[in-house]
């Protein structure tokens, strides 16, 4: 049996991954993403290839979107050539972007004047786990709609979790990004000091990962080139998950923090020191260059 045809909008480093892991699984896509290159890869392998978002959306009823701001999904959505231009009725939209709450609740208000369902489903777990189909997915929306997209989301990840009304998958998902960005610069900070002390950087890894001072950022992401393959940090920081996107989402974090009145001094100081990394030319480069800056300051 023929399965059904999805739609995928945005092809980026995580994007990319997920689409490829739909086609693994039988599904015919059809795409667009505004960098044709990320069409092309995917173009080869058979996915059909859109001119515009409304075009993906007139074509199919199930749409996952991998956007790297909240304008860009506002104008994927809302454009002249946006989905919500020729959504059909009943469809599933499931975006898998990083944006705040409120801009997943009105996207969702939205797609309900059109008879379509809208699901914030942002994701965890880094550009390998996209490869891999290890993704946690945060998925905010009816219980109803979240297990009609629960097949789907589990082509392309390990955990599929439903975390309530639309909106809180992006509220876990800005929790879990503020304690990464603060957890690599500490383990940053930590492999620096070590390798000063005179400590072999794999040797003092491996103690951590032992020890009460484990975490993902210095298990499964060192950011010290070397210690681990297939890593950003040991190919120059290229790829992965960008600096600019850290501070983005550690941005998200602290405007929530403000109207709630959560105190939040680590994920302030966090922001501040990866703004800084931004204008220091490190936008580009994976957040876990967080260490290549710190070996800038050391020569200063």
């Known amino acids: ?152 989301l589990s082509l392309m990840g390990k955990n599929v979790v439903h975390c309530g009304a639309v909106g809180t998958g992006q509220a876990a998902k800005i929790c879990n990004n503020m304690l990464l960005g603060i957890s690599m610069i500490g383990t940053a900070e930590t492999m620096n000091l070590g390798m000063k002390l005179g400590l072999d950087p794999k040797m003092l890894a491996k103690i951590l990962n032992m020890s009460s001072g484990r975490c993902w950022s210095s298990e499964v992401y060192n950011p010290v080139p070397g210690v681990l393959e297939g890593v950003p940090s040991s190919n120059d920081y290229k790829g992965g998950f960008g600096t600019a996107l850290m501070t983005k989402d550690l941005g998200l974090a602290q405007s929530a923090a403000t109207t709630t009145k959560a105190p939040t001094p680590l994920g302030s100081v966090a922001h501040q020191l990866y703004r800084t990394m931004v204008n220091h030319g490190l936008g580009g480069k994976d957040f876990s260059s967080a260490y290549l800056f710190l070996q800038d300051k050391n020569q200063k």
């Open 1 to 152: 049996m023929k399965k059904e045809t999805v739609g995928f909008v945005g092809l980026g480093n995580m994007g990319n991954h997920m689409a490829r892991n739909l086609i693994k699984n039988g599904y015919p896509i059809v795409v667009f993403d505004v960098n044709t290159d990320s069409t092309n890869s995917l173009k080869s392998d058979g996915a059909s290839v859109a001119s515009s978002p409304a075009e993906v959306a007139s074509a199919v009823t199930k749409i996952v979107t991998m956007l790297p701001e909240s304008s860009h999904v506002q104008e994927v959505y809302n454009g002249s050539k946006g989905i919500f231009s020729t959504v059909q009725k009943d469809s599933i939209l499931i975006d898998s972007s990083t944006i705040d709450p409120s801009v997943s609740q009105h996207m969702a208000s939205e797609a309900q004047k059109k008879g379509s369902v809208y699901l914030d489903a942002p994701v965890s777990g880094g550009v390998n786990a996209a490869r891999d189909a290890l993704l946690t997915f945060m998925v905010g929306g009816p219980e109803t709609h979240f297990n009609q997209a629960n097949e789907l």
